[in-house]
Each structure stands twice: as C-alpha cells, then as structure tokens.
Nanobody, 123 residues
Framework: QVQLVESGGGLVQAGGSLRLSCAAS????????MGWFRQGPGKEREFVAA????????YYRDSVKGRFTISRDNAKNTVYLQMNSLKPEDTGIYYC????????????????WGQGTQVTVSS
C-alpha cells in the first residue's frame, strides 16, 4: 500500500499555470504506475494523465494534451503534474493515484488514492 499526499493546488486565472505534486510513502514507489484524476463540480471523476513505473510512457486525456505534462522522480517518491494554459473547465479536485496492474487510463488500475487538491481556474 502507498500513502499519497497531493499539494500545489490553488486559484489561478485562465491562461495561468500550476504545478501539482504528489508525495508517496514507502520504498516501492518506483514499482507503481501513477495517475492524476480530477472531479469537477457536479461531474464524474475523470482520467487526466498517467505515467508508467519507469517514466517511459505517459498518457493524457485529449483535452489536456499539449497543456499538461506528467513526470516523476523515483528518487524523491514524487509525481508531478505541470498544468499550463489553464482553462475554467480544468477546475476540480485533482487526485493522485497509484497502481500496478492494468491499463494506465483506467481508474480500476489504481488502488491507492490521495485526498485530493483543489484547482480553481477563474475566467
């Protein structure tokens, strides 16, 4: 099991940037695939981005491609989500998640979840 703590959320104007971080506990972080999901007001939780255990593969939802970048530092047990050119529709609670087996875009792959960090983009 991995404990996850997100940080870096906040209020930003449209067009601005934020960098989310997710710190993981445990010595096996490098064996986990990591993902970011979000839940907007009145919406279902949705996939945003994911990266495989080595950092060699990354996936993004179409609406964030070219604006968001997921990365990881296995030496620091941390995964990041750099978000640029933010839009009001990016508003939501962003969750970090860890998993080992399954497709990287599927919520069912990720067994351990953080508490989330709020991102609000004003127009």
């Amino acid at each position: 099991q991995v404990q996850l703590v997100e940080s870096g959320g906040g209020l930003v104007q449209a067009g601005g940037s934020l960098r989310l971080s997710c710190a993981a506990s445990g010595r096996t972080f490098s064996s986990y695939h990591m993902g970011w999901f979000r839940q907007g007001p009145g919406k279902e939780r949705e996939f945003v981005a994911a990266i495989n255990w080595s950092g060699g593969l990354a996936y993004y939802r179409d609406s964030v491609k070219g604006r968001f970048t997921i990365s990881r530092d296995n030496a620091k047990n941390t995964v990041y989500l750099q978000m640029n050119s933010l839009k009001p529709e990016d508003t939501g609670i962003y969750y970090c998640a860890a998993g080992r087996n399954g497709g990287l875009t599927m919520p069912s792959t990720f067994r351990d979840w953080g508490q989330g960090t709020q991102v609000t983009v004003s127009s």
